[in-house]
């Protein structure tokens, strides 16, 4: 088994488990602090590790590279992050892992336009069928009005915004690594942050001590461990491929959703799980195939 699905099995654990967390913290920390310090802490968790890299690689970060860095920490963490954390507190932990695990639509567009990765349609096809799966799942809360309907619109957006960060993600990882990548962008990330937090009068650092067990966990495992897998992940495999296994998420994220928050399993989040387990058959059917010729052509 190809060590890159290993890494985003694990991604994957930790990634359904954000949302459900994360509502426990609805009203007791700011979505933007918790983004801070989550990203902050983290980025400075791998820090060490990063340098290791860039000193045993000899590595020389450019200016242009330094600014794809920014770029790279605004998407995600100013932007993707934020638009998801607010969505998760006027939604449901379910709906939000099922919306934002629509980005691998937008990351298969950008990598096509970036990393011109084939998209053919096989892959749109089985990218559409997951989707209207994901639909099918919990089409009646997005009708539902209100909030929601907010709520629904700040998924979608930092879905789309994590599709492009992923790919901008893989442009830096060629040229250097997924720990480099990941600390430096979650620090640059943070830190534009805080003026934010600063202009709103949030607490920056303060935290109500009953947040602290989940702001940890948030910290360690779904922003440290997790993101470093995930690149590494991608790094071995296509990443449409690796984006794929977010299809994944809203089925464990609603079964842990439905255990620790009481979130209900509905006929239709069984119909959609069929349906977007198709959708991954497809899609990764296609891609064993290019990768079986390649290997082919290779070895020849």
Same mark, same amino acid.
């Given at each position: 088994?190809n060590?890159?699905?290993i890494?985003?099995i694990?991604t994957?654990l930790f990634f359904?488990t954000?949302?459900?967390?994360?509502?426990?913290?609805?009203g007791i920390v700011?979505?933007?602090?918790?983004?801070?310090?989550r990203?902050f802490?983290?980025?400075l968790?791998?820090?060490?590790?990063?340098? !290791?890299n860039i000193? @045993?690689?000899?590595? #020389? $970060?450019?200016?242009?590279?330094?600014m794809? /860095?920014?770029l +790279?920490?605004?998407?995600n963490?100013?932007?993707?992050m934020?638009f998801?954390?607010?969505g998760?507190?006027?939604?449901?932990a379910?709906l939000?892992?099922?919306?934002f695990?629509?980005n691998?639509l937008f990351?298969?567009i950008?990598?096509?336009?970036?990393l011109k990765?084939e998209?053919?349609?096989?892959?749109?096809y089985?990218?559409?069928?997951g989707v209207i799966?994901l639909?099918?799942v919990?089409? !009646?809360?997005?009708v @539902?009005?209100g909030? #929601? $309907?907010?709520?629904?619109?700040?998924l979608? /957006?930092s879905? +789309?915004m994590?599709g492009?960060?992923?790919?901008?993600?893989k442009k830096f990882?060629?040229k250097?690594?997924?720990?480099?990548?990941?600390?430096l962008?979650f620090?640059?990330?943070?830190?534009l942050l805080i003026?934010?937090?600063?202009y709103?009068?949030?607490?920056v650092?303060?935290?109500p001590?009953?947040?602290?067990?989940?702001m940890?966990?948030?910290?360690v495992?779904?922003t440290?461990?997790a993101y470093?897998?995930?690149?590494?992940g991608?790094?071995s495999?296509?990443?449409g491929v690796?984006s794929m296994v977010?299809?994944?998420?809203?089925?464990?994220?609603s079964?842990?959703a439905?255990?620790?928050l009481?979130?209900?399993?509905?006929?239709?989040?069984?119909?959609g799980?069929?349906v977007?387990?198709?959708g991954?058959?497809?899609v990764?059917?296609?891609?064993i195939?290019?990768?079986?010729?390649?290997n082919a052509?290779?070895?020849i």
């Amino acid at each position: 088994m190809n060590r890159g699905y290993i890494y985003l099995i694990i991604t994957v654990l930790f990634f359904s488990t954000y949302e459900v967390v994360g509502r426990t913290l609805t009203g007791i920390v700011n979505p933007l602090q918790i983004n801070f310090i989550r990203f902050f802490i983290g980025g400075l968790i791998l820090l060490p590790i990063a340098i !290791k890299n860039i000193k @045993s690689k000899n590595l #020389h $970060i450019t200016f242009q590279d330094f600014m794809l /860095l920014v770029l +790279i920490g605004l998407t995600n963490v100013v932007f993707s992050m934020s638009f998801l954390q607010i969505g998760i507190n006027m939604t449901s932990a379910s709906l939000s892992a099922v919306i934002f695990s629509s980005n691998p639509l937008f990351v298969m567009i950008t990598a096509s336009i970036l990393l011109k990765e084939e998209l053919n349609r096989t892959k749109i096809y089985g990218l559409i069928l997951g989707v209207i799966g994901l639909i099918i799942v919990f089409y !009646k809360q997005m009708v @539902s009005g209100g909030n #929601h $309907i907010i709520g629904i619109g700040l998924l979608i /957006l930092s879905s +789309i915004m994590y599709g492009v960060y992923t790919v901008l993600g893989k442009k830096f990882t060629v040229k250097y690594d997924s720990v480099v990548m990941n600390s430096l962008s979650f620090i640059i990330g943070s830190l534009l942050l805080i003026p934010l937090l600063l202009y709103n009068k949030y607490p920056v650092f303060s935290l109500p001590l009953k947040a602290i067990p989940q702001m940890l966990y948030l910290t360690v495992f779904v922003t440290g461990i997790a993101y470093y897998t995930y690149f590494l992940g991608l790094s071995s495999v296509n990443t449409g491929v690796g984006s794929m296994v977010f299809f994944a998420k809203p089925i464990l994220a609603s079964i842990i959703a439905a255990i620790f928050l009481s979130e209900k399993i509905t006929i239709q989040l069984v119909i959609g799980t069929i349906v977007i387990l198709i959708g991954i058959l497809i899609v990764q059917k296609d891609n064993i195939a290019l990768f079986s010729s390649k290997n082919a052509d290779e070895e020849i």
